[in-house]
């Protein structure tokens, strides 16, 4: 089995514990590499080496021109690696090639845009209101960033947060999910070829307890960038509230996709199955609750049974899979449960229901695309986050009802409308409390659209033109050009 190492300072090197872990393929249900199992003297060695880049050596002193020419490099090499970078990701979370190959030919985009950007953060000359002074703002990295990732797409996730933390000048600590950490721990050796300075960026693998908590706690770390559950979001920020670090935290979801008899019905039942079971259901922005108008409910199912009776369970390297395994036995277990939970609560499984256990599951963790009807808004599986392939058919009558379910959620990451009335567009992406609409389609992200949760799915924002606010802190510089010192009692 491949052996990973920590990527500390530049170097590759073996975790303090002495110990390594065995990450599993979800396919195949076996073991096929060991990473290392990261502890608190792991994090301290990493945060000091990113602390000592960020204040000191090449890093500290490079121009954010040169910061950013060494992030296009950076994306060059990732263009490089994509396939092979994307063939272990699939290896390590079982979803499909395509996707993450696709992702791993659109992360360049990052370092491309947000290093773009690295020269372009510029401060202020303040007009003001007091004579004598001339008064400027100057925007500093706000320090060494943790990024603490989740297992769906490592790499992908990772890019939102590293990409615009480099062109703000910060140095970064990755914890990557101890599910799917290989990915991350390959990425690392691109630093060092792309020309960064060593401990610009360094990873350590290990469990939440072991390496998350210290890496949150340690006092050299101002921010703390977060992708995960909900659960873990509101722990982590309670610790970093009470140290008082910085976070931006990109949480879970219940997402509504919503769709008026007015719609294309054919691009609304692809848009729905894209929402679902694309990726297995497990993404953050899964169109988990399909609500339909009342007057077409019924033919719509029918239109969307038609479609996902056909989507192929197998092998995630092969291109004519469409569903592949859940990542995670942990994952596959709650998946399950959640079935269970909606049968008792009344709901019927008009597709799937169970485990995918035929020839082209191999030993892989497979739940069979799962259609729910007969759910309302106020049952379980309508309101809690399943990560998985598994999709509940709402029905309403009309636009206020449809808004009124949509928003009685406690999530708000994203929501689709499906309409071909403009009017009925606007006042639904006005009202909907999501940090991404979409309107006629699904699952569209970029580098350049601001992405983020309400409510609780999170806080802050990542992508776009002000991703790299969030890793600056501003300071004010008032220069006396004149003025006069008056009584040392009173404020001037
Ligand atoms: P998770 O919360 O279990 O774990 C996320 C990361 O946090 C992992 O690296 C984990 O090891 C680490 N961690 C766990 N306990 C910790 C602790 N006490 N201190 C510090 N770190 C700790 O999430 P997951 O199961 O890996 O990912 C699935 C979740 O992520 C879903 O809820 C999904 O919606 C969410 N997600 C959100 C987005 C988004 O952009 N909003 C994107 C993808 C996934």
């Known amino acids: 089995m491949k052996r990973y190492s920590l990527h500390i300072a530049g170097e590759a090197v073996a975790p303090h514990s002495g110990s390594w872990f065995a990450t599993q393929n979800p396919y195949t249900g076996e073991p096929w590499a060991e990473i290392p199992r990261g502890n608190a003297q792991d994090v301290d060695a990493a945060v000091v080496a990113a602390h000592h880049a960020l204040t000191s050596g090449p890093w500290a002193e490079m121009t954010p021109t040169q910061r950013g020419a060494l992030m296009r490099r950076l994306g060059d090499l ?3 690696d994509a396939t092979k970078l994307a063939t272990t990701e699939v290896r390590d979370n079982g979803k499909l090639f395509a996707e993450m190959n696709g992702q791993l030919n659109y992360i360049p985009q990052w370092f491309y845009y947000y290093g773009g950007m690295a020269d372009k953060v510029q401060g202020a000359t303040l007009p003001l209101d007091k004579k004598g002074y001339f ?8 320090g060494v960033v943790a990024c603490i990732t989740p297992w769906n797409s490592p790499l992908l996730l990772l890019a939102w947060k590293l990409a615009p933390a480099l062109a703000a000048g910060c140095t970064v600590v990755v914890k990557p999910s101890e599910f799917t950490s290989a990915s991350t721990l390959e990425f690392a050796e691109l630093f060092e070829q792309a020309g960064f300075p060593p401990g610009v960026f360094n990873v ?3 469990f939440g307890s072991e390496v998350g908590t210290p890496l949150v706690e340690h006092p050299l770390v101002s921010k703390i960038s977060f992708t995960g559950s909900d659960a873990t979001g509101r722990l982590i920020n309670e610790k970093a509230g009470k140290l008082l670090k910085h976070t931006a935290m990109e949480l879970g979801g219940k997402s509504p996709n919503i769709v008026f008899e007015d719609a294309d019905l054919e691009q609304a039942a692809f848009g729905a199955i894209s929402g679902i079971f694309a990726a297995t259901g497990q993404t953050c922005i899964a169109g988990s609750r399909l609500l339909v108008q009342e007057s077409i409910h019924d033919a719509f199912v029918e239109r969307l049974l038609g479609v996902a009776r056909t989507a192929r369970m197998g092998d995630p390297m092969s291109a004519d899979t469409q569903v592949g395994p859940v990542t995670t036995p942990p994952q596959y277990q709650k998946i399950l449960e959640y079935i269970e939970i909606a049968r008792n ?3 019927t499984a008009v597709l799937g229901g ?3 256990t035929g020839p082209e599951c191999g030993n892989g963790w497979f739940v069979q695309p799962t259609i729910f009807t007969g759910v309302t808004n106020g049952m379980r599986i309508a309101q809690e986050e399943v990560f998985g392939p598994v999709l509940s058919v709402i029905k309403f009558k009309e636009e206020a009802d449809a808004l009124a379910i949509a928003n009685d959620v406690r999530f708000g990451l994203a929501a689709a409308v499906w309409t ?3 009017g009925r567009a606007f006042r639904m992406s006005e009202r909907l409390q999501a940090g991404t609409v979409w309107v006629n389609t699904y699952r569209a992200v970029s580098f350049m ?3 983020g949760g309400y409510k609780d799915s999170g806080l802050g924002r990542e992508n776009g033109i002000d991703a790299v606010r969030e890793y600056l802190q501003t300071k004010a510089v008032w220069i006396n050009s004149g003025a006069v010192a008056g009584n040392p009692f009173v404020m001037r």
Request: charged share 25%; net charge negative.
């Open 78 to 80: 990732i263009s490089r």
């Open 135 to 142: 008064a400027f703002t100057r925007h500093e990295p706000v």
């Open 204 to 206: 350590v693998t290990g």
């Open 345 to 347: 609560e009344g709901a």
């Open 354 to 356: 169970d485990k995918g």
């Open 420 to 422: 071909s009335d403009i």
């Open 449 to 451: 659209a601001p992405f």
